[in-house]
């Protein structure tokens, strides 16, 4: 089992910049990929990133590509994100996910954190 916490959220505005945190607990993590998703209202979860655990490879949606970065410190078991130029479109929940790489693209996230509001206004 994997447990993951997410913090850092809030309101901030267009431009803005603003870092989410996830904690992670529970079983050795080496083999994990460790993702970000975001959900706006009445709209479908959307794939922001991810990073190897073990390799800190990361690769990103179109969306937030040149603007947000994932990183991962191994020592503390933490996974960020780090958003850049903040856009009112960028207004969701964020969602920290654990998982596998299972064939080609394809990766399964078993463990999912409770969230965290992040608010762009304009």
């Known amino acids: 089992q994997v447990q993951l916490v997410e913090s850092g959220g809030g309101l901030v505005q267009a431009g803005a910049s603003l870092r989410l945190s996830c904690a992670a607990s529970?079983?050795?993590?080496?083999?994990?990929?460790m993702g970000w998703f975001r959900q706006a209202p009445g709209k479908e979860r959307e794939f922001v990133g991810r990073?190897?655990?073990?390799?800190?490879?990361?690769s990103y949606g179109d969306s937030v590509k040149g603007r947000f970065t994932i990183s991962r410190d191994t020592a503390k078991n933490l996974v960020y994100l780090q958003m850049t130029s903040l856009k009112p479109e960028d207004t969701a929940v964020y969602y920290c996910?654990?998982?596998?790489?299972?064939?080609?693209?394809?990766?399964?996230?078993?463990?999912w954190g409770q969230g965290t509001q992040v608010t762009v206004s304009s």
């Open positions: 990073i190897s655990w073990s390799s800190g490879q990361t």
């Open positions: 529970g079983r050795t993590f080496s083999s994990l990929h």
């Open positions: 996910a654990a998982g596998f790489h299972t064939s080609g693209s394809q990766y399964r996230y078993d463990y």
